[in-house]
Each structure stands twice: as structure tokens, then as C-alpha cells.
């Protein structure tokens, strides 16, 4: 059953990524699965840290870069926020690490995190005059709250 709904939302997010709709959710969708992969590597693979964490940089900065292009940001400010938002996702990772919750949770929690940089990125570096970045930013409290709340902790 769950297998089977992890397929129909990935078949979904490929269908939007063909058709270049939905791009919030094909990014929240894919920063889900490239978290999930990378916990996997790290715990199951046993490949260096440093490999894992060059590895989140560059998979995590084509994943903003996509939206920072989508909006429009240019010059110096853009590699700026790439970076920051890179490093940010990088650190959330390596401290969720940490924590004895299973690598759904933490990714479930990373993709709540650049759901929120996603937020920041269309509300306020686009200009927007309907600011909502306060709507994102309780979403993912709520979200980052109830996956810690329900987690099962000291199973890893």
C-alpha cells in the first residue's frame, strides 16, 4: 500500500516536471526523496561525511537554483542565497543526523525546511505585494512540530 502511494506521487511529480507545472511541489516532492537518499547512503553505505555533505551542496543548490531562476533573481544576490539556503539545508541535515528518529521523519522535516526557503524565495525576494511568508512559516512550524511530536524516538 505505501509502496504503491510512493509510486503514484512519484509518477506525479514527473508528470509535472514533463510539464513544467507545479514547481513548489516538485521541489518539496524532490527535496523529500534526495534527503531520503542521502540518509540512506550515509547509514547504509557507511561513505564518508564529507562525501554525503558534497553531495547535499550541489544537489540541494541545482534544486534552489531551478527556483531561484524561476523567479528571476539575478546578479550577485542570487549565488548569495544559493549558498546560504545550501548551507542551511546541509546544517539541518547533519543535526538531524543526530536525533534517534527514522530518516522519513528527518527528511519529512528537510523538505518542511525548503518548503519554507521556497516561501521566503516567492514572497519575499520576488517583491510580491501579498506577503505570505507568514503563512509559511507556520506551516512549517506545524509541519517540523507534528513529525517531531509523532516520531518514534531511540529507533533509528
Not at 109 to 120: D, E
Amino acid at each position: 500500500m505505501l509502496i504503491g502511494l510512493v509510486v503514484v506521487i512519484s509518477l506525479l511529480g514527473l508528470i509535472f516536471v514533463w510539464r513544467e507545472s507545479y514547481a513548489i511541489f516538485n521541489l518539496i516532492l524532490f527535496s523529500f526523496i534526495t534527503a531520503y537518499a542521502f540518509y540512506g547512503v550515509l547509514f547504509q553505505l557507511s561513505l564518508p561525511l564529507w562525501f554525503v555533505m558534497i553531495g547535499i551542496l550541489f544537489v540541494f543548490g541545482y534544486l534552489f537554483t531551478y527556483t531561484e531562476q524561476k523567479i528571476g533573481i539575478l546578479g550577485n544576490k542570487r549565488l548569495v542565497y544559493l549558498v546560504l539556503f545550501s548551507l542551511i539545508i546541509l546544517e539541518v541535515f547533519l543535526a538531524l543526523s543526530y536525533f534517534l528518529i527514522n530518516p522519513i521523519s528527518q527528511s519529512l522535516i528537510i523538505a518542511a525546511i525548503s518548503y519554507l526557503f521556497i516561501g521566503f524565495c516567492y514572497t519575499v525576494l520576488a517583491k510580491h505585494t501579498d506577503n505570505r511568508f507568514l503563512t509559511y512559516l507556520i506551516l512549517t512550524a506545524l509541519v517540523i512540530l507534528v513529525v517531531l511530536l509523532t516520531s518514534s524516538w531511540g529507533v533509528a
